[in-house]
């Protein structure tokens, strides 16, 4: 009986520590100083709330996503949308967690309800490297670099270029840094890249659960009969804001979420 005894103990701790180790999920991701560290926040703070913890492995991004679509690890932390489609195997969370805005910053008042086409005659700046600016000056007539966004806006204040192009929280932050008055973002934005997380097929079961959370704390909308909601104890309160060019993005305040700071409209913006 005491052999019996030991050997069922064994299998219960072996069966608990299997448990325990389903509830670690290692999401694939690549170096985005601008967009991992907050997607990781976003979701480490929604998988809690199912008792799930998440490891981010971070490789060069073509190697992630084949981690990820093989199954050697159980999703992608955040990718843009195309993704999916790519790769059957990852199934998209279809909650947007970061949305990536881009604007053309001037200091010039008369440029201010100008579409994007008549803009192309002007001069135009961007930080040398950014890929996703070089693409958007591509028409314009004249372009200029510069190896920071201080230099960028230097280049702005004294005249040489007419507008920059920039994500929208680079040209906030430069503005805010600079003290330069007159600066703003040119209405419509240039371009906007939404991104999403995805899971491996072999957790499809987690992905209405994780959907479900998502859409909760960064939209306070679930649906207030979901019972795993309730047990989970999240809740975000709504809140109304008027938002300038200059303001910051609009965000619901925590409420009573007990992961503070979670609670976060789709207003999330990062640049590349």
Known sequence: MKHIAVVLVALLISSQGTAHAQQVLRLSAFDAPNLTPMATHIL???YAQLGIRIEVVEAHPRRALIRSSSGRTDGELVRVRSVGDRFPTLLRVEVPIVTSRTFAYTNKAELRG????????LRVGHVDGARYAVKLAEKFSEVWTARTPEQL???????RVDIVIVSEQTGEQMIKQSGQAGIFALQPTLSEVRYYHY????????????????????HGDADPEDESLERSGVACKRTTHSRSIHGPAIRSS???NP?????????LYVPL
Do not use: T
């Open 44 to 46: 480490s703070n929604a």
């Open 114 to 121: 100008k579409l994007p086409e008549e803009l192309y005659r």
């Open 153 to 159: 806006f230097d280049m702005l204040q004294y005249g």
């Open 199 to 218: 899971l491996h097929e072999k957790h499809a079961h987690l992905v209405p659960r994780i959907e479900a959370v998502l859409r909760n704390l960064l």
């Open 254 to 256: 925590p409420g009573d």
């Open 259 to 267: 992961a503070r700071g979670a609670c976060r409209r789709l207003a």
